[in-house]
Structure formats: structure tokens, C-alpha cells
């Protein structure tokens, strides 16, 4: 658990029982839920202050811990009795007055000869740590006070990205790095149903394809019968450019005078 081994480190020096290492990691799950502790005892008092630390002298009395906690909208009291090799622990919303309670085996989760070992004093730490969850920190809210943490960290991520089709005003305003995102290319020579679509755009990004393009620089076509690639769609119906035939010159039939119908002429 992220933050524990710190906090142990911190108090090892004054854990000398396995209940003092077992107060150690309900002290440390209450915080990771949203609590801070208020201070010892059942009544408030001058010095409270809200701490992620364990209080000064907070195992002085080892027949039975007592420690105050509290959030944005709860205040909690836990109640630690050591009985042989067994620990109940109690914790009650003062609030509500709404009561959980569980009764650990430390034998169970601590190990005796290992106090100041934070790798070697807890058996199972997981294990332990979700049954404390489970049974005394949820049920009195503190799955919703970790839904509202998760919450409240996925919005501030979402408020350090920088979303691409945000309108950030002026320049001025744009995010230190950002670059607007280029726009598309959709063009696609090699795919034949593209042929053709400059036309509709003659003066679109030089990719003019018509015949009369005004900023035609290539060589101009050789008349009678070549066009340039690219001049006609597929499966269009085209008409010869020109007067002339592919096969010599004019033909005098082509254009008769008017009314003139001899055939014989």
C-alpha cells in the first residue's frame, strides 16, 4: 500500500506489540479512504489538527487505542482493545452513530518476532487490508470518499490535456507546445474513384485537373486525338476535341453550302 511504509518506518521505533502494527495499518487505510486524523481520545481537543501522522503518544495506553478522524462530511471514532491474541476494533460515525466492529486473530497477520520489519511484520498485508476495507471502512462511506477522490484526479487529468479541437481563442491563449492539428490530405492517386474530383475544385490546393486549368504549366496536348492522363473520368462518355479526324484533313462533305443538296455535284 503506497504511503504505509513510510508511515511505519516513521513510528517503527515506538511499535513494540502486534497491535501497535496492526493501528499502524487501519491508521494508514482511514487515510487512503479520505480521513485525517483529528488527534487521541474521544473528545476534541485545543491541539486537534488534521494529519495524514499518527498523534504524539497515540499507543501510550495499549488496553485500548482511541482516535478521532474526520473528512469533508464525517467524523469517525476507532476503538482498538488488544484481548490475548486477538484485537476487536470498533468504529463508529459519531455522526449517525452508525457502529461497525471486527474481531482480528494477530497471529494471524502479524508477525511477533518481526515488529520493526516492515517487509516481514505483516503475514498477509493485502489480505488484512481488504478485510478492513470490507468490513469497517466502506459500510461507513469510505467506498464513496474514494469514488469522489478517483473523481476528483480523472478531472484533473482531463483539465492537463490538451484537446486538439478545443477553441482556445487567440493565439495568445494557446497551451505552451501546442500545435494545431494539420488538415487531411484526402486526396488519393492511386484510387481511381478519386479521378475527376478537381474539377469540382479547379483552384483546390494546385491539384487542378481540368482541361482549361488557368495554372496549367505542364506541356500542352498534341491535337488531333491525345489528351492529357487523367482528362476524362472512367466509364465517362466523351466527345472528340476538334474539328479535325485523327486520319488526315478535312473532308469537303463534312460542311456543304447551304441548301445545297445535289448529290450529284
Known amino acids: 500500500m503506497a504511503g504505509l511504509e513510510l508511515l511505519f518506518e516513521g513510528a517503527a521505533g515506538s511499535v513494540t506489540s502486534p497491535s501497535d502494527a496492526l493501528l499502524c495499518l487501519l491508521h494508514w487505510e482511514l487515510v487512503t479512504a479520505g480521513y485525517k486524523c483529528r488527534g487521541l481520545g474521544e473528545q476534541a481537543g485545543e491541539s486537534d489538527k488534521n494529519s495524514e501522522l499518527l498523534p504524539q503518544g497515540w499507543n501510550d495506553v495499549k488496553d485500548v487505542y482511541t482516535l478521532r478522524y474526520a473528512s469533508n462530511d464525517r467524523s469517525l471514532l476507532l476503538k482498538v482493545i488488544p484481548i490475548e491474541s486477538e484485537a476487536i476494533i470498533n468504529l463508529m460515525d459519531t455522526k449517525t452513530e452508525q457502529v461497525v466492529d471486527l474481531t482480528l486473530k494477530l497471529t ?8 520493526q520489519d516492515f517487509e516481514r511484520v505483516f503475514k498477509n498485508q493485502d489480505g488484512l487490508r481488504n478485510l478492513v476495507a470490507r468490513e469497517l471502512v466502506e459500510p461507513l462511506g469510505g467506498r464513496e470518499q474514494r469514488r469522489q477522490q478517483a473523481k476528483a484526479s480523472s478531472s484533473q487529468q482531463e483539465g492537463s490535456r490538451i484537446d486538439p479541437l478545443r477553441d482556445y481563442g487567440p493565439p495568445k491563449n494557446l497551451p505552451h507546445g ?24 479547379p483552384f483546390g490546393r494546385g491539384q487542378g485537373g481540368m482541361l482549361m486549368d488557368p495554372r496549367h504549366r505542364g506541356p500542352r496536348p498534341r491535337f488531333p486525338g491525345q489528351l492529357p492522363l487523367g482528362s476524362v473520368p472512367p466509364g465517362a462518355r466523351f466527345d472528340p476535341i476538334g474539328p479535325y479526324g485523327t486520319h488526315g484533313g478535312p473532308d469537303p462533305d463534312h460542311l456543304p453550302p447551304p441548301n445545297y443538296d445535289d448529290m450529284f455535284m
Open 178 to 201: 501546442f500545435r494545431p492539428p494539420r488538415q487531411p490530405d484526402w486526396s488519393d492517386p492511386v484510387n481511381p474513384f478519386t479521378v475527376g474530383g478537381a474539377d469540382l475544385d
Open 108 to 115: 494471524e497477520y502479524i508477525d511477533e518476532d518481526n515488529l
